[in-house]
């Protein structure tokens, strides 16, 4: 099928205006400059790493229907005006893959003069209202939001195409993520390069398109973030508060600038605006408005941007100088910069060191700070990559991540704290983070102290090899902990053990965290005995090992009734054959926990060494589930014998202690809720924010 008179035109006035902004650029930013620019519109973005986009049939107008329901979450408002190909192209898009949620559908048609209303009003399921005289871009979309019901609007363009989930992704950014009043969707060109990361707005009023003809999969533009701005173009907003902050201002009619200031304006009333990757919109940019700024509709960018200026000169003295660059302005002045690099991606539902880490990305936040996590393996982690970038984590991963030099000297002078963790991770960074992240504050995380467990291990085993091995790992942690400038353990046991072996080092306490859930079924609902552990920790191989050989039989010879369910990632095959023992369940990795952390009765940890704080003992007590453990297992996380835990290191003691909660309902009930206290006053993300402040954030020193 040729181009449309229409489409020839865009392409026509397009192509008049890049030549008219080239000339323009040549005046005022010289040759270099406006070469950048030239150089980075036609940018190529290789087709992987490109996505794959839904791309409606242009199939002539037959009637349809769309999706409405009688109570909607969220009110979709589609101004037009002529253009009927793209509002068709539009509409069944939407129709085509129709949200999860509940919509209503509101076309604003503002005086066409093409098939538009005669078409749209055979559509079923729209609601079409069409303006007595044509006023504009601001004026469609407030009739249209005086029109709605749903608990937000949903402005979107006609000349856009919403791609699957787009709409089900956007609303769940304000359930994710508090005090959100804006959201805007990533803009995608037809041809899969990016249009739009959200907006960035300098001093002087101008506006700036983060992420312009990159790939959209890029980490710079893939994970939720703050935005001065999002493109009205798809933008969701509670309806209570547009009709708060006076919808669109008319003083920028009949368009441009409208969105910017919405934006501006929801931050005024305290709300945040986000932009938000996950939801993907195709933007064929330029089709309504065209792209001159010389003539048409889009002439008022030029004028509107004065009338912002005006309208948020205070706002705008705290906003970055126009020419700052994008990777430095996508931060707030001022705005904390924390690096983190660790072995790998964390995997919060597989380990606790993970657990640990996504919550403290998650404090971090919480704390205003910019964070950005780079895995050593530079692997994308799939799932486990996206949850950290919807929690507002800055992930990198090859290939976009290039080589360590070239990214940290690129990269690392914009870092205030730089928090490495395990000390051969650490050994690999540290030359090129003291030459190229000078300014940073180095914090060595050592998960546990490596040599600690190791010497555990050996002694456990009787091992003079393994006792050497653990030695050497002493000298290589000891010398990381030397060069640091913080150092981070996770228990009073081991800054004491540092105190000895590295009197200088300066070390802080930041255990595990957790939140509290709270008491899951009661006493009697519960049932039977579980472990959460993987398996690639070999303290965990030779916990189970022990318990089910030496000291479930015991167990099992008085209460033949109860089930042992062992839960971890990664069994070895001696761990799998334990399926075979009377009453014992092997059930590998298990995405949700719930069921056995509310349903389990009594967690057991029984392992003989290790280091470090075990957070299978805090997942079990965060959820109001008692527990029986070995010493080795609770050391350092201030827990009492009897009180808030039961603690055993034989096989008949172990198996007593648990044949004795089993069947004691008071004592239950006291070491569920003195578990509960426990975690909050120790291991909550509150009880750690402090030490956050102050070693991460530079508070108070």
Same mark, same amino acid.
């Given at each position: 099928?040729?181009?449309?008179?229409?489409?020839?035109?865009?392409?026509?006035?397009?192509?008049?205006?890049?030549?008219?902004?080239?000339?323009?650029?040549?005046?005022?930013?010289?040759?270099? #400059?406006?070469?950048?620019?030239?150089?980075?519109?036609?940018?190529?973005?290789?087709?992987?790493?490109?996505?794959?986009?839904?791309?409606?049939?242009?199939?002539?107008?037959?009637? /349809?229907?769309?999706?409405?329901?009688?109570?909607?979450?969220?009110?979709?408002?589609?101004?037009?005006?002529?253009?009927?190909?793209?509002? !068709?192209?539009?509409?069944?898009?939407?129709?085509?893959?129709?949200?999860?949620?509940?919509?209503?559908?509101?076309?604003?048609?503002?005086?066409?003069?093409?098939?538009?209303?005669? #078409?749209?009003?055979?559509?079923?399921?729209?609601?079409?209202?069409?303006?007595?005289?044509?006023?504009?871009?601001?004026?469609?979309?407030?009739?249209?939001?005086?029109?709605?019901?749903?608990?937000?609007?949903?402005?979107?363009?006609?000349?856009?195409?919403?791609?699957?989930?787009?709409?089900?992704?956007?609303?769940?950014?304000?359930?994710?993520?508090?005090?959100?009043?804006?959201?805007?969707?990533?803009?995608?060109?037809?041809?899969?390069?990016?249009?739009? #990361?959200?907006?960035?707005?300098?001093?002087?009023?101008?506006?700036?398109?983060?992420?312009? /003809?990159?790939?959209?999969?890029?980490?710079?533009?893939?994970?939720?973030?703050?935005?001065?701005?999002?493109?009205?173009?798809?933008?969701?907003?509670?309806?209570?508060?547009?009709?708060?902050?006076?919808?669109?201002?008319?003083?920028?009619?009949?368009?441009?600038?409208?969105?910017?200031?919405?934006?501006?304006?929801?931050?005024?009333?305290?709300?945040?605006?986000?932009?938000?990757?996950?939801?993907?919109?195709?933007?064929?940019?330029?089709?309504?408005?065209?792209?001159?700024?010389?003539?048409?509709?889009? *002439?008022?960018?030029?004028?509107?941007?004065?009338?912002?200026?005006?309208?948020?000169?205070?706002?705008?003295?705290?906003?970055?100088?126009?020419?700052?660059?994008?990777?430095?302005?996508? *931060?707030? =002045?001022?705005?904390?910069?924390?690096?983190?690099?660790?072995?790998?991606? =964390?995997?919060?539902?597989? &380990?606790?060191? $993970?657990?640990?880490?996504?919550?403290?990305?998650?404090? !971090?936040?919480?704390?205003?700070?910019?964070?950005?996590?780079?895995?050593?393996?530079?692997?994308?982690?799939?799932?486990?990559?996206?949850?950290?970038?919807?929690?507002?984590?800055?992930?990198?991963?090859?290939?976009?991540?290039?080589?360590?030099?070239?990214?940290?000297?690129?990269?690392?002078?914009?870092?205030?704290?730089?928090?490495?963790?395990?000390?051969?991770?650490?050994?690999?960074? !540290? =030359?090129?983070?003291?030459?190229?992240?000078?300014?940073?504050?180095?914090?060595?995380?050592?998960?546990?102290?490596?040599?600690?467990?190791?010497?555990?291990?050996?002694?456990?085993?009787?091992?003079?090899?393994?006792?050497? #091995?653990?030695?050497?790992?002493?000298?290589?942690?000891?010398?990381?902990?030397?060069?640091?400038?913080?150092?981070?353990?996770?228990?009073?046991?081991?800054?004491?053990?540092?105190?000895?072996?590295?009197?200088?080092?300066?070390?802080?306490?930041? $255990?595990?965290?957790?939140?509290?859930?709270?008491?899951?079924?009661?006493?009697?609902?519960?049932?039977?005995?579980?472990?959460?552990?993987?398996?690639?920790?070999?303290?965990?191989?030779?916990?189970?090992?022990?318990?089910?050989?030496?000291?479930?039989?015991?167990?099992?010879?008085?209460?033949?009734?109860?089930?042992?369910?062992?839960?971890?990632?990664?069994?070895?095959?001696?761990?799998?054959?334990?399926?075979?023992?009377?009453?014992?369940?092997?059930?590998?990795?298990?995405?949700?926990?719930?069921?056995?952390?509310?349903?389990?009765?009594?967690?057991?940890?029984?392992?003989?060494?290790?280091?470090?704080?075990?957070?299978?003992?805090?997942?079990?007590?965060?959820?109001?589930?008692?527990?029986?453990?070995?010493?080795?297992?609770?050391?350092?996380?201030?827990?009492?014998?009897?009180?808030?835990?039961?603690?055993?290191? &034989?096989?008949?003691?172990?198996?007593?202690?648990?044949?004795?909660?089993?069947?004691?309902?008071?004592?239950?009930?006291?070491?569920?809720?003195?578990?509960?206290?426990?975690?909050?006053?120790?291991?909550?993300?509150?009880?750690?924010?402090?030490?956050?402040?102050?070693?991460?954030?530079?508070?108070?020193?």
């Amino acid at each position: 099928m040729g181009l449309s008179w229409t489409e020839v035109r865009f392409f026509f006035d397009r192509g008049i205006g890049l030549l008219r902004r080239g000339l323009t650029s040549l005046r005022t930013r010289g040759i270099e #400059a406006t070469w950048q620019r030239v150089a980075r519109h036609f940018h190529r973005v290789p087709a992987a790493h490109r996505p794959e986009l839904y791309l409606p049939d242009r199939a002539p107008f037959a009637p /349809f229907s769309v999706p409405r329901a009688m109570q909607p979450r969220a009110s979709i408002v589609i101004p037009v005006y002529n253009q009927f190909a793209h509002t !068709l192209a539009c509409l069944r898009a939407i129709a085509a893959h129709p949200p999860e949620v509940g919509v209503e559908i509101i076309v604003v048609d503002d005086g066409s003069s093409d098939e538009t209303e005669s #078409a749209l009003t055979r559509v079923a399921g729209l609601t079409y209202h069409r303006r007595s005289q044509n006023g504009g871009f601001i004026a469609a979309c407030n009739d249209g939001a005086a029109l709605a019901s749903g608990d937000y609007l949903v402005f979107l363009n006609n000349d856009t195409l919403p791609q699957p989930g787009w709409l089900d992704t956007l609303l769940a950014t304000f359930d994710q993520h508090p005090r959100t009043g804006l959201v805007g969707a990533q803009l995608i060109y037809p041809d899969g390069r990016l249009q739009e #990361a959200g907006g960035l707005v300098f001093a002087d009023g101008n506006a700036h398109n983060l992420g312009r /003809f990159e790939s959209p999969n890029d980490p710079r533009y893939s994970h939720v973030r703050t935005a001065d701005y999002c493109s009205g173009a798809a933008v969701a907003i509670p309806r209570s508060l547009f009709a708060r902050i006076g919808a669109f201002d008319s003083r920028y009619a009949p368009a441009y600038f409208e969105d910017t200031d919405l934006a501006f304006a929801v931050r005024d009333a305290g709300w945040r605006v986000l932009y938000q990757p996950a939801s993907q919109v195709v933007h064929l940019e330029g089709v309504t408005a065209g792209t001159s700024v010389h003539q048409g509709v889009k *002439a008022y960018q030029v004028r509107n941007r004065h009338t912002f200026a005006e309208k948020w000169r205070e706002a705008l003295s705290r906003q970055w100088p126009d020419g700052t660059a994008a990777d430095r302005a996508s *931060a707030s =002045p001022g705005q904390r910069r924390v690096l983190i690099i660790d072995s790998a991606t =964390p995997r919060p539902d597989r &380990d606790s060191a $993970s657990l640990r880490m996504v919550n403290l990305m998650h404090l !971090l936040l919480d704390e205003g700070a910019h964070v950005t996590f780079v895995p050593a393996d530079l692997n994308h982690a799939g799932a486990d990559t996206q949850r950290l970038q919807q929690l507002g984590v800055q992930v990198w991963y090859a290939p976009f991540f290039g080589t360590p030099t070239r990214w940290i000297r690129d990269h690392g002078h914009r870092f205030d704290t730089v928090v490495v963790c395990r000390h051969y991770v650490l050994r690999e960074w !540290l =030359p090129l983070l003291r030459k190229y992240a000078p300014k940073a504050r180095l914090v060595f995380d050592t998960v546990d102290l490596h040599y600690l467990r190791e010497r555990r291990g050996a002694e456990l085993a009787s091992d003079p090899a393994l006792m050497r #091995a653990s030695e050497r790992t002493r000298t290589l942690e000891l010398d990381m902990i030397a060069r640091s400038d913080a150092i981070l353990v996770v228990s009073e046991v081991e800054r004491t053990l540092l105190a000895r072996d590295a009197p200088a080092a300066k070390v802080d306490i930041l $255990s595990n965290l957790h939140h509290v859930h709270g008491r899951g079924q009661d006493f009697e609902q519960r049932r039977n005995l579980v472990f959460v552990g993987g398996f690639r920790h070999p303290p965990n191989v030779d916990a189970v090992r022990w318990f089910v050989t030496e000291v479930f039989p015991l167990i099992r010879a008085q209460a033949p009734h109860i089930v042992f369910h062992c839960i971890g990632s990664d069994p070895t095959a001696d761990i799998a054959a334990l399926a075979d023992e009377p009453g014992v369940r092997i059930h590998g990795h298990v995405p949700d926990l719930s069921p056995y952390m509310d349903g389990a009765r009594i967690a057991v940890a029984p392992l003989r060494y290790g280091a470090g704080v075990k957070g299978k003992v805090n997942l079990s007590m965060a959820h109001g589930q008692p527990v029986v453990a070995t010493a080795c297992a609770v050391e350092g996380m201030h827990l009492r014998d009897g009180e808030d835990v039961l603690v055993a290191d &034989d096989a008949n003691g172990f198996a007593s202690a648990v044949l004795r909660l089993y069947r004691d309902e008071a004592l239950w009930q006291r070491l569920a809720g003195n578990g509960l206290a426990n975690v909050e006053r120790h291991f909550s993300l509150d009880a750690a924010r402090e030490v956050v402040r102050r070693v991460l954030l530079g508070s108070g020193n």
